[in-house]
């Protein structure tokens, strides 16, 4: 369940190398994902078009193999059980 207040937080796993952090207040959800073992820190931040939808934009530090900025769209799904 998602919540207004709540932090997001994240470390790497056998199959994800970076962490990602964050928090959600009113309709906004802000994170910042980075790369363990690198530079490469990429800021979303983004707005709710619906329950299960998050809309936004991204920047990243990383410019020789990401774009600088551009936009996201992120779905939400529940996790089972």
Known sequence: MIE???????????????TVNGIIQENKLTLQQQFMGDTIVTDYEGYFESNTLIKGTYKSNRIDEFDESGTFELNIRPQSA
Request: proline share 7%; charged share 0%.
């Open 4 to 18: 207004v207040g709540m932090i997001i937080t994240s470390s790497p796993t056998n199959t994800s190398n970076f």
